[in-house]
């Protein structure tokens, strides 16, 4: 389970301790009541969109979360086929017939199908 996140407010304050004090990330975490990691991680995620200190005042502490967390895209659904299980249960059932031998026969009539 993923951990929380602290409140920009928070945030904030590791940025400034870090940047505008020149704590170190030890010192940031103690004075924080957070964990060291966790100090690196909200350093190393502002350093990668460019926030510097002072922080913009045209930063709020959603437009700080916006950039900080950009949302995920949406995965595109998945193209491919599933195939009916009954059929292929019957066919395997028969005399000689293998998975292999279904592929090829599937293949040959649709070429991108399954793999």
Known sequence: MPAQRLAMRQVYE???L???QG???RKTAQSLG???PAVAEYV?????????????TTYDA???ERLLYPSVPARAPATHVVPDG?????ELKRKGGTLFLLWQESKAVTPDGMQ
Not at 86 to 90: D, G, I, T
Request: charged share 20%; proline share 9%.
């Open 14 to 16: 590791v940025l400034r």
């Open 18 to 20: 870090t940047w505008g």
């Open 23 to 25: 704590l170190r990330e």
């Open 34 to 36: 957070i964990s060291r």
């Open 44 to 56: 190393h995620r502002a350093q990668a969109t460019g926030v510097s200190w002072p922080v913009p």
């Open 62 to 64: 959603g437009a700080l």
């Open 86 to 90: 009954a059929p292929v249960h019957r």
